[in-house]
């Protein structure tokens, strides 16, 4: 199954420091935000945790994505030749299979931006077909269109502040 892995934690910098801050367990997000563990087994439970509740995010966004795809579809006879529309589709798509599928030591960050850009696309395209179906006062089409804006717009404001209320966490900051 496809999912969204957090794996970027990184041991602290001295371990016998007298700095607190230096003796902690970093799990940076791509947010960027460092979530902060006083020990590996925390950070690695907290590691699992968001990478379950990142890959219930993409799975969301994917049935969001169907959502919009079908909206648009419905919308189609409206269209002229010069759709704007099947570009944004493109591009979440494309977005949400990145997010899948990105590897490497920034993996974390590319994923996040990947997600995040899938979401836009998503609200872009929902908002103008709301402006499609406030012309052809459609009330309906119009309403689940704004729906489903709104649900991006939810998801996107989580993506911004995950990580920033975790409790078992010595604190987070914001990455450099």
Known sequence: MKRVKVDSLQ????????????????VPLGNH?????????QALAWQA??????????????????EAFTAYRMAWPYFDAGDALQPLVRDA????????????PNAIFHRWRALSEALRC????????VKVYMVKSHAVPRHQCQVLAERCGELLTALDHF??????????RPAP
């Open 11 to 26: 041991p602290p910098a001295d371990p016998h420091s007298a700095i607190v801050a230096r003796t902690l367990y970093e």
């Open 33 to 41: 935000v460092v979530v902060r563990f006083s020990s590996k087994r």
């Open 49 to 66: 945790d968001a990478t379950r509740q990142l890959t219930d995010m993409l799975l969301s966004c994917n049935l969001m994505l169907v």
């Open 93 to 104: 798509e494309a977005a949400l299979e990145r997010a899948a599928k990105v590897g490497g």
């Open 122 to 129: 998503m609200r872009q395209m929902a908002m103008e077909l």
């Open 163 to 172: 990580g920033t209320d975790v409790d078992s966490a010595k604190g987070y």
